[in-house]
Each structure stands twice: as structure tokens, then as C-alpha cells.
């Protein structure tokens, strides 16, 4: 069964608990007029799309598609690219420790776009979803940014010639590899992740951004995180697996209580 993206835009706006700034910009290491801007929202769909026939998970809407006609145009800066999860979807990739979807969690309330009464229960239930579980994805995604890194992208949008051409190396890339050892390091370690990054980090970062840093130093400085990243998900205090019963009732109950008030409201 086909949906309008506009039908989907509806349920995203009416349906959004929580939305965000994800991206470079949060995590304090964007570089002026250069950098789009990332945003994340979590939304609860209507009874139809979860107990009907018809589905809905995310909708996406990005600025450089809407300007050159081109869905698969490169974002370039003040470019908008927003994900709005279902938050079915969302609460399984969170619970599974996926880095990109725990942002919204932890983002500091100047980069809260929307925010509604359970968006704020949510962010007070973190120790639900974080767990040690939460290091072997870190991991995943830092493996990931270094291959990309070492091999390049097949992917159109996020292929940066320009920055190899100037430093030798996707600064990006690197930049992202860093940083996804540091935060890992930091939520294993206290169950909660600093936006923007702390310093020495955050000025480390940036500049490995503007080539200030060698990519054998990136490289190395990401492996000795990923060895720590690797103890931890041995040794932290954190939980071995995240709390999927509470996290269930949780969910149920959060899309009970919005039907409901949703028909009172009819």
C-alpha cells in the first residue's frame, strides 16, 4: 500500500515527542560554512499504521533534494537533513546502542527542537536504554568510519574529494572515527554522553577536521579507543543488556496514553 510523503510529513509533525540537532553542529565540532545541519525526531504514529495494514517508520526530508530536484543531491551548508523515526523503530535501534539515535537523549536543551511531555520522560529513563551492549556498537561505527576513511564511499552524497585533495585524507571521516571512540569511552564510563564534546577533545577534533592532524595519528589515536571501548564493554558498571521489559512497557504505554488523548481530543 503506497503513502503520500505528505501524508507521511503529517504524522511526523502531528505525531513528533522529541526532535533534535544530531549532527556535526550538537557534538560541537562543525566548521563555520561548511557544515549542513543533522536533526532527528521520534514521533508516535496512529493506531492505523501500527495495528492496520499500512506501516510507517521514518520520513525523511532533506533541503538539497527539495532545492535541485535531485533526492540523491550532496547536502552542502545550511542544508537541512531531518529523520523522523517512528518510535517503534527509534526504541529498538536505541536499545541496541546505535550511537546516531542516542544523540536526542543526550542533546542539551538549546538544540531541542520539540519536546513534549514524554519526550522529557524519555530523556529521564535513559538508564533503560544505555548498556554495556551499547560499546559493541560504538565499535561497529568506528571500524566503519576508518574503512571509509582508508577506501572511500560508493555513496554519492557523502564522497568528499575536495578534502582528500587538500589534506591527503577524508578529514571528515576521521573526525567522525575520533569522535565515535571518545563519546563510546564516555558512556560506558558514566552512562552519559557531553554535548557539545569536552575539551581537549573538542579542539582536538576540529582541528583533525582542518587537517591539523595526520591520518596515521587519527588512526592511531582511535585504535588506543577502541582498545578501551573494548575493556569496557567487559568492565563497565553499566549494565550487561538494557532494560527490554521496562523499555517495552514503557513504549505501550506511551502510545497508549497519545491514542487515547488523541481521541478524547476528537
Given amino acids: 500500500m503506497k503513502h503520500s510523503n505528505t501524508?507521511?510529513?503529517e504524522i511526523a509533525e502531528r505525531g513528533t515527542i522529541l526532535r533534535t540537532q544530531v549532527g556535526s553542529g550538537v557534538h560541537g565540532t562543525a566548521i563555520a560554512g561548511t557544515d549542513d545541519r543533522d536533526e532527528m525526531g521520534l514521533c508516535i504514529e496512529p493506531p492505523e499504521f501500527v495495528i492496520g495494514l499500512r506501516t510507517f517508520e521514518q520520513y525523511i526530508y532533506r533541503t538539497a533534494a527539495e532545492r535541485t530536484g535531485n533526492p540523491d543531491a550532496r547536502s552542502e551548508a545550511g542544508d537541512l537533513d531531518l529523520t523522523v523515526y517512528s518510535l517503534r523503530k527509534w526504541l529498538r535501534?536505541?536499545?541496541?546502542?546505535?550511537?546516531?539515535?542516542?544523540?536526542?537523549?543526550?542533546?542539551p536543551d538549546s538544540e531541542v527542537v520539540v519536546i513534549t511531555p514524554l519526550g522529557v520522560d524519555l530523556r529521564a529513563n535513559v538508564d533503560m536504554i544505555v548498556s554495556r551492549q551499547?560499546?559493541?556498537?560504538?565499535?561497529?561505527?568506528?571500524?566503519g568510519?576508518?574503512?571509509?576513511?582508508?577506501?572511500?564511499?560508493?555513496?554519492?552524497?557523502?564522497?568528499?574529494?575536495?578534502?582528500?585533495?587538500?589534506?591527503?585524507f577524508d578529514t571528515k571521516y576521521a573526525s567522525h572515527m575520533v569522535r565515535l571512540g571518545v563519546q563510546g569511552v564516555e558512556l560506558l564510563e558514566t552512562g552519559t554522553m557531553t554535548l557539545p564534546m569536552p575539551e581537549p577533545w573538542l579542539t582536538w577534533i576540529?582541528?583533525?577536521?582542518?587537517?591539523?592532524?595526520?591520518?596515521?595519528?587519527?588512526?592511531?589515536?582511535?585504535?588506543?579507543?577502541?582498545?578501551?571501548?573494548?575493556?569496557?564493554?567487559?568492565?563497565?558498571?553499566?549494565?550487561e543488556h538494557p532494560d527490554m521489559k521496562r523499555a517495552d512497557r514503557w513504549l505501550i504505554d506511551a502510545y497508549q496514553s497519545t491514542w487515547a488523548a488523541q481521541g478524547a481530543a476528537a
Avoid at 136 to 141: D, V
Fill in 134 to 143: 551499547a560499546g559493541k556498537r560504538f565499535i561497529g561505527y568506528l571500524r
Fill in 93 to 107: 535501534l536505541a536499545l541496541q546502542g546505535n550511537p546516531t539515535v542516542l544523540v536526542p537523549l543526550f542533546a
Fill in 206 to 239: 576540529r582541528d583533525l577536521r582542518q587537517g591539523l592532524h595526520t591520518q596515521q595519528e587519527a588512526i592511531d589515536v582511535a585504535a588506543d579507543l577502541e582498545v578501551r571501548l573494548e575493556t569496557l564493554t567487559r568492565t563497565s558498571s553499566l549494565a
Fill in 145 to 168: 568510519q576508518r574503512e571509509r576513511m582508508l577506501n572511500g564511499t560508493v555513496d554519492k552524497r557523502v564522497n568528499r574529494p575536495e578534502l582528500i585533495e587538500r589534506y591527503g
Fill in 7 to 9: 501524508e507521511f510529513a
